[in-house]
């Protein structure tokens, strides 16, 4: 069995990089070498990032006295086969102990670094009760409901025959073969762009302020920002990322952090484009009238570290900063819930899971409390609960018969959910073949037959410490709780609305940004939005990866088109053609943003998965063995990197042959 699924996801790996690969993919293959990054820009995004760079968490100064003590020690451990041992044994005291000194004082500078920039992203992600409840903006995975209404007529028109203009696009939509066939040629142009040599441009950067280029400011390094940046020609601009992370993740696949590893989920932001300059700062506010966007930062001297504020100027401003965790408002949930939204959410939920069963595997431990510990309670039936309720029971019945076959008989799972179906996105037929996978019978001997449970209709009341409360009543013993039922808008996001005032009072937004069918910020002149953090009026679009992704990449085509955004309709230079195919496409007027669904995913558990493609209206379904190939396929094309690729490849062939790493460290 191990095998044949080994050569099943090996030839998956083949068959989705041979159908997969692009002429952009080559192109980047191809591209001329980074070979030169010395060169001092002159722009104030490239002097903040060198300053925060040389200043940030990880100190220079604290590696540099850590590396002096590590050189001198070696120096001294020459000099000491010589004939005066006891002077040189004084010697190596005295610099043995500068340097515990300094290795000490880089690792409590280094965890003041982490509490600052935890306490930054604290504020930064802090709603109150009142907000949560008021903007749920529903579940964030890879794939949703793909319902869209139609947009209504600009009401920002300022001249007639524009206004009619702008009406008329933003009410066109292509049919289903031409919106595939525009998205094909959009990949081509995307691969025979040139691509600028780095090296050259880094060396122009300190020319770029002087020449006039306008300053693009990407807030974010979630799916939107990633693909901007990815199809963006940073070149004609003085472009910077602003984000307190640094790297990029591919967020679908938190749910089975023990499958793969994180870093196979992620890419350096740095390398998504090289031309970028990036700032590991948290946006705190911006300043649409000054055009500025507010900033902190944890830099360090030394030991010591302090919250620096800064601002950054911008001609063009792109917010891409996603959603919060939505907690409704309901006491308990933040301080004693897991959520699954970054990489430390993950990292942090399976130490949890390990430290669960060595603390139940404690002889003395009663049996009550040996269920409560092993008891793992999921809140939210859509694909992020779904799926790591199938992980969790992948786990338990492949990895945990091997390791900890004594604590089989007390283990359960609880996946409440508030209303009355799971997988809400699907049709009825698939969502009952999710329950049938969600509540199959174990194979595996000493498990209790209904160790799974599906509670629906349950809304959670209250989480303490050690119970779950539902409003109707009923109390859960837990030990782990995951918090998947919902996202909502961040501080950011909300008083960027207050700040524009009128135009962005739309009850269908809930806290989102309200944008055009061009990703414009209403009321907001040069600041677009892309993501969970915005919404298209009247063109209502699910909160999810792929929406995401497609607009980020939108707006870099338009951004390296140069269009100009200030006009009612974005207008482009029809004789600035970058290749034959953009020549032949080109049109004055840019087109509207219009979402593509690729279909939608979940993992059931088992090897199983539902797949369903929306097809020119049609939906083309497929279960079992045949939907968890075509939702690896997915996964696996969709990586943003052959590395990325290969990565997971690797993680998914070792967990199929050695089973899953136990190790907590």
């Given amino acids: 069995m191990v095998s044949v699924r080994c050569l099943v996801t090996i030839i998956l790996a083949v068959c989705s990089n041979i159908l997969g690969a692009s002429a952009f993919r080559l192109n980047r293959v191809f591209a001329p070498a980074r070979t030169d990054r010395s060169c001092v820009s002159g722009s104030l995004c490239s002097q903040r990032g060198a300053a925060l760079q040389s200043r940030n968490g990880y100190s220079t100064s604290a590696f540099s006295g850590y590396s002096w003590s590590r050189t001198a020690a070696g120096l001294l451990g020459a000099k000491m086969g010589g004939a005066d041992d006891d002077e040189n044994a004084s010697l190596k005291k005295l610099v043995d102990k500068e340097s515990g000194s300094k290795e000490q004082g880089l690792k409590n500078s280094i965890a003041q670094a982490e509490d600052m920039k935890e306490e930054i992203a604290r504020k930064a992600g802090e709603v109150s009760s009142r907000d949560e409840k008021d903007a749920d903006v529903g579940l964030s995975q890879f794939g949703a409901s ?8 600009g009401k920002d028109i300022t001249r007639d025959e524009a206004g009619t203009m702008f009406a008329d696009l933003s009410n066109r939509k292509l049919s289903y073969p031409a919106l595939v066939l525009d998205r094909f040629l959009d990949g081509l142009e995307d691969g025979l762009r040139p691509k600028p040599d780095v090296s050259q441009v880094r060396c122009e950067e300190g020319k770029r302020k002087a020449s006039g280029k ?42 089975g952090a023990a499958t793969v590893e994180f870093r196979s989920i992620t890419e350096s932001i740095r390398d998504a484009n090289p031309v970028f300059d990036y700032l590991e700062a948290t946006a705190t506010d911006v300043d649409i009238k000054k055009k500025v966007v507010k900033c902190q930062s944890v830099v360090c001297e030394g030991a010591e570290c ?19 965790v939505n907690t409704f408002g309901i006491p308990g949930v933040k301080e004693h819930c897991y959520f699954l939204k970054q990489i430390s959410d993950a990292e942090a939920l399976r130490k949890a899971i390990g430290n669960a069963f060595e603390r139940a595997n404690i002889p003395d431990m009663s049996l009550e409390e040996r269920i409560r510990t092993l ?31 004594n604590l089989l008989p007390y283990i359960r799972i609880k996946l409440v959910e508030a209303s009355d179906r799971v997988l809400m996105q699907f049709e009825s037929s698939m969502q009952q073949k999710a329950v049938q996978d969600l509540l199959n019978r174990p194979q595996v001997e000493g498990l209790d037959e209904n160790y ?39 501080p950011l996001t909300l008083s960027l609305r207050d700040q524009i005032g009128e135009e962005q009072q739309d009850e269908q937004a809930r806290g989102r940004l309200v944008c055009d069918r061009w990703l414009r910020v209403k009321g907001a002149p040069g600041v677009m939005a892309i993501g969970d953090c915005s919404t298209i009026d009247g063109y209502a679009l699910p909160a999810t990866a792929q929406v995401a992704s497609q607009q980020g990449s939108y707006l870099g085509r338009l951004f390296s088109k140069e269009a100009k955004w200030d006009e009612v309709l974005p207008e482009l230079e029809v004789d600035k053609s970058e290749n034959f195919i953009d020549g032949i496409r080109r049109k004055r007027y840019a087109k509207p943003f219009q979402f593509l669904n690729l279909g939608i995913l979940a993992y059931t558990g088992g090897d199983n998965a539902l797949a369903e493609i929306d097809v ?29 690729q290969l990565m997971v490849m690797f993680d998914w062939v070792k967990t199929n042959i050695f089973g899953r790493d136990l190790t907590r460290y």
């Fill in 452 to 490: 799974t449970e599906l509670l629906l209709k349950s809304a959670v009341d209250q989480v303490t410490s050690a119970e779950i409360r539902l409003k109707d009543g009923t109390v859960i013993p837990y030990g782990i709780a995951v918090w998947a039922a919902g996202i909502g808008p961040l």
């Fill in 214 to 255: 306008p300053k693009l400011v990407v807030l974010g390094s979630g799916w939107g920002a990633h693909a901007l940046m990815k199809s963006v020609d940073a070149s004609k601009f003085d472009a910077c990322v602003i984000s307190p992370r640094n790297y990029f993740v591919f967020t679908p696949m938190l749910a």
């Fill in 306 to 324: 302090s919250i620096e504020d800064f601002e950054v100027p911008y001609d063009h401003l792109v917010v891409g900063v996603g959603a919060s």
């Fill in 616 to 644: 020119a209206g049609s939906k083309i379904q497929s279960t079992g063995s045949a939907g968890w190939f075509l939702w690896r396929s997915a996964y696996f094309s969709k990586q943003v990197s052959l590395r990325n």
């Fill in 146 to 153: 793909t319902e869209t209404t139609t947009l209504q007529r």
């Fill in 375 to 405: 008891t793992f309670v999921i809140a939210g039936a859509g694909p992020t609960g779904v799926e790591f309720t199938a992980e969790l029971r992948d786990f338990i019945e492949q990895d945990v018969p091997k390791y900890y076959p």
